[in-house]
């Protein structure tokens, strides 16, 4: 049975996913917590077309190895428990400890806290980061075997520009998720319903600027905050802030009307570098309920939607509209959107 995050019936126990037995504290649970929500993310890996993680991560040939703190390591390892594990839930317990050493002094992701997933997997892609190149700066990585950059990464260009064609020096970094406010998405689309997902996250980045001419030559027009899209992922995360962590069933339904199946990074973004391909589809949702962690995700070869939960999965249903029922129903906060 898995009955911690809302409970449900007829939830199916499957052999090599996730975590341990679910009987115990919500003590295990917090010391579970910095890192269960990544292993559902590595085993949906296989589904996501053409399963570009595992693909990319079983052909590394050499890393810059951290040994009981590496996260290459521990991922790799679990990558083969997963692969040749014939029964019984494969345990994260390498990762979780090797994450534990890596931020040890930072006193982030400690055995027994409470952590963001999100910051969570951020974390574990910074530190693959740092395994697979000559660099710890997330910026503007060039090493062709970072599959954390390759992969989830996105670089951004950031400029004010004003009516009267005045604009400011441009700003270049890089990220692997985009975040946006949940209150923005819900107040603008409550005010115009018409407006895509990707409008109103361009809309929730576009803020208002004044002119950045020098003074001189300043004028009275408002400005805007531009962004660009110069390199884009395989796999574009969003992350979306709550305002807080207990919120009520009618701020998460109207948060799911906001969502949608595609994501048009042409809508979203002023400019994009690369014109192909640039619809991306949701696959993965990541959620948050009652200091725990679990996914949804598009399982490509039952086209259907999942819920992963620890050691236990359960079939939602072939459509996005079953997930948005689930999530208004049980209260769970989507903290993650992934889309490919």
Not at 211 to 236: M, N, Q, R, Y
Not at 303 to 329: F, H, I, N, Q, T
Request: glycine content about 6%; charged content about 20%; overall charge negative.
């Amino acid at each position: 049975m898995c009955d911690d995050a809302g409970g449900y019936p007829d939830a199916l126990p499957i052999a090599g996913i996730l975590s341990e037995q679910r009987a115990g504290s919500n003590q295990r649970y917090h010391q579970r917590a910095g890192c269960q929500q990544l292993l559902p993310q590595l085993r949906s890996a296989g589904h996501l077309e053409p399963g570009p993680f595992r693909a990319s991560f079983v052909l590394i040939d050499k890393h810059q190895c951290s040994d009981n703190s590496c996260i290459f390591c521990s991922l790799l390892t679990l990558a083969a428990n997963y692969q040749f594990h014939e029964q019984g839930p494969v345990t994260p317990d390498v990762l979780r400890n090797a994450l534990a050493k890596s931020y040890q002094s930072d006193n982030r992701f400690q055995i027994g806290f409470m952590e963001d997933a999100a910051e969570c997997f951020e974390g574990i892609l910074h530190n693959l980061h740092v395994s697979l190149s000559d660099s710890s700066s997330d910026s503007l990585c060039i090493a062709e075997q970072c599959i954390s950059h390759r992969l989830f990464s996105m670089t951004l260009v950031e400029q004010d520009r004003c009516v009267c064609s005045a604009s400011s020096e441009p700003l270049t970094f890089d990220q692997y998720i985009f975040y946006t406010s949940v209150s923005y998405l819900t107040d603008r689309h409550a005010a115009d319903q018409s407006l895509t997902f990707a409008t109103l996250l361009q809309q929730a980045t576009s803020s208002l600027r004044p002119c950045p001419a020098t003074e001189e030559k300043k004028c009275h027009g408002p400005g805007k905050l531009a962004v660009s899209l110069i390199e884009k992922p395989d796999v574009f995360c969003v992350g979306l802030a709550w305002p807080n962590l207990q919120v009520d069933s009618a701020l998460i339904k109207k948060l799911t009307d906001c969502i949608e199946l595609e994501l048009d990074l042409d809508e979203l973004f002023v400019n994009v570098a690369a014109r192909k391909n640039n619809v991306f589809k949701l696959v993965g949702i990541m959620v948050y309920y009652g200091m725990h962690y679990f996914t949804f995700f598009f399982h490509s070869g039952v086209k259907k939607w999942l819920l992963y939960d620890d050691a236990c999965v359960k079939e939602v249903g072939p459509d996005l509209e079953s997930v948005r029922k689930m999530l208004v129903k049980g209260k769970y906060q989507p903290l993650v959107l992934l889309l490919c």
